[in-house]
């Protein structure tokens, strides 16, 4: 039994060690881009042109036209393990009140801001301060660019040199 447990373990060891393939090409080499994180307390101040409270965010940073923007909101603070922790929620978030009113907050940007506001199907402006003054939003700008193509199933089975029979198809 020893003897084949050994064998077993040999063999096994010999097989996955020697299974190596096409390295492929080579890639291009790229520089690390982060995504930039920062944070902004705002109060509200009514629309004139849509009548809504509204908060803009300028960015600190240049943000390119395929850069991806991401806007939360400062729940609470939570305390775990003897530490305080900020607690966000991501845009747009809804608030659903007994008496059947609905609050969001939604957003927008351009290149250079980031425009928030505050929707429902009452009148946003009496909300309280609760909800309109001193709120603390995180916008998160990730770096990203377009991509160079829309490939066709055609062409990505050409770059993965198989002709679509060594796919597995999965039925639904």
Same mark, same amino acid.
């Given at each position: 039994?020893k003897?084949?447990?050994?064998?077993?373990?040999?063999?096994?060891?010999?097989?996955?060690?020697?299974?190596? /393939?096409?390295?492929g090409?080579?890639?291009?080499?790229? /520089?690390?881009?982060?995504?930039?994180?920062? %944070?902004?307390t705002?109060?509200?101040?009514?629309?004139?042109?849509?009548?809504? !409270?509204?908060?803009?965010i300028?960015?600190?940073?240049?943000?390119?036209e395929? $850069?991806?923007?991401?806007?939360?909101?400062? %729940?609470?603070?939570?305390?775990?393990?003897?530490?305080?922790f $900020?607690?966000?929620?991501?845009? !747009?978030q809804?608030?659903?009140?007994?008496n059947?009113?609905?609050?969001?907050?939604?957003?927008?940007?351009t290149?250079?801001?980031?425009e928030?506001?505050? $929707?429902g199907?009452?009148?946003?402006?009496?909300?309280?301060?609760?909800?309109?003054?001193?709120?603390?939003?995180?916008?998160?700008?990730?770096?990203a660019?377009?991509?160079?193509?829309? !490939?066709s199933m055609?062409?990505?089975?050409?770059?993965?040199?198989?002709? /679509?029979?060594?796919?597995?198809?999965?039925?639904?």
């Open positions: 039994m003897n084949i447990l050994l064998f077993l373990a040999l063999s096994s060891t010999i097989l996955f060690t020697s299974c190596e /393939g096409d390295p090409p080579p890639g291009q080499d790229g /520089g690390l881009l982060f995504a930039q994180v920062f %944070e902004s705002v109060n509200f101040q009514v629309d004139s042109q849509t009548g809504l !409270p509204t908060a803009v300028g960015f600190p940073i240049e943000v390119f395929s $850069d991806v923007v991401l806007v939360y909101r400062l %729940e609470k603070q939570v305390d775990v393990n003897g530490g305080t $900020d607690s966000w929620s991501p845009l !747009p809804n608030f659903f009140f007994s059947g009113d609905i609050l969001q907050y939604i957003f927008n940007h290149l250079f801001d980031a928030i506001q505050v $929707d199907n009452f009148d946003t402006t009496t909300s309280g301060s609760d909800f309109l003054n001193n709120q603390t939003f995180r916008v998160a700008i990730i770096p660019e377009y991509a160079k193509s829309n !490939p055609e062409d990505i089975l050409e770059v993965m040199r198989t002709n /679509g029979n060594q796919i597995e198809k999965i039925e639904l």
